[in-house]
């Protein structure tokens, strides 16, 4: 009886060592198929042949240890997991000091349409097409050292970290991700993905979430001095406009702090001149690829930090609708805190007809120490409205020091322009400028300024149903709170120190 007992003791501790012989016969550690994690040798014909033997067996997990696995392309199967152990390191090889080199980047009849780096997945570190049931997870890092920033053509180069086409079912968790070439993450037309629990340190694009369907993206850290950390596009570069929807992004930080300095802790900002993409980037942004559109979009519980603000945008004829934004902070924003933007650029087939910028919600949102030359814009185009756009519960904490100069400044059209708030140049009001805007609500909205600024806190041209309520602005004796030009049916209600009124068919207004 005392046998039994001790046998019976015993029997959750061998179920549970039986359940781990089970779980480890279903890895396939990259090392048992020839893989050294030198950080010299190159690994990635062995990182296939692990890849390989599990989608043979009918999938399983690839395991990497601790080690530095030195790698050109690594080709993702269906039904495939990447598992990075604590001390594993994927690092991208230089085709320039290695024989060998990335897979070459697929022919794309329709690359005239979008970037070149949206066009091709293949010449990238690691990729997969037409898949299903892929993740990549763990706690080790994904270096991609010797990644290309730029578009290139050049044999043998690599620019992506991670690209995705056609895929379903995929999950990115836990990794690390450092200097990852011109994209950290791109996937085009991937369904069903989630993204969750990242530390991204990058040299250009973080996450670009291109034609993609029910995506969540949550609880990530990402620092792009460069480019931008989060983007929404819908480009044409699967030759075809295909929207992306229902997309989740929540509990993120995003900034602009210099490279690296993100994931060793010292958030620098030394290196803030950036002459390629006009200073220190970062922000979560859609639309600058928008062929497909954007609709069912909520972000939430995100903060921004030392970078651009937040962008919607829409120029190659895709509709942007439907989208929830709220419980936002932002602090030390280099441009316009809140830019959204109806344009007319139209790299799209000729056919395509003007997009539609409708339905957004943007609420909760603390914005401190944002740039004095750059106010939040909502820009359509003439004759192209952007539409029902409701504001609420908004602190904006301007730098400000702006002469009085700049209430004359004629703010360009610039329709076929690339959509970014640096192109407008100096802007006319400290808070919002409004332009082509059909629908426009603000409540329990409050801007100021720190330095004394003698421009008025809005200005509208061309806006048609304009409500004001519970709006406070700060203001310097003489310089009104609103200009407006071209108005119709405008309200103000409950606004502290602004004079209650209608205005209709007005070509000119000053409020005080």
Known sequence: MIVNRHIQKLIPVLLFLIAGIRIFASDY???????????KTIDSPAINRAINAAAEAGGGTVYFPAGTYLSFSIRLKSHIGLYLDHGA??????????EGGYDPAEPNEWDRYQDHGHSHWHNSLIWGEGLDDISISGSGRIFGQGLQRWDTDEVGAGNKAIALKHCRNVTIRDITMQTCGHFCILPTGVDNFTIDNLRIDTNRDAINVDCCRNVTISNCLINTHNDDAIVLKSSYALGFARVTENVTITNCLVSGYDENTLLDGTFQTKDDRVPDHGGTTGRIKFGTESNGGFRNITISNCTFEHCRGLALETVDGGILEDVTISNITMHDITNSPIFLRLG??????????????RRINISNVVINNANPESASLIVGIPGHD???IKLSHIQILVKGGAPKEYVDIQVPELEEGYPDPRFFGKIPAY??????????EFSDVKVKFMDT?????????????AAFNCVKAQKVKDVPAFILKDVRDFTLNQCEDIEDLTITNTNKQEIY
């Open 89 to 98: 390191v994927i690092l991208a090889a230089n085709h320039e000091e290695y």
């Open 453 to 465: 600024d003698f421009r008025p806190a809005f200005v509208l041209e061309d806006v048609k149903n």
């Open 431 to 440: 808070g919002f400028f409004i332009r082509h805007a059909d629908g426009i």
């Open 386 to 388: 952007i539409e029902d």
């Open 29 to 39: 550690n990259v090392k048992n198929y020839g893989a050294v994690g030198d950080g």
């Open 344 to 357: 007319r650029r139209m790299r799209a087939p000729e056919s395509t007809a003007i997009g539609k910028m």
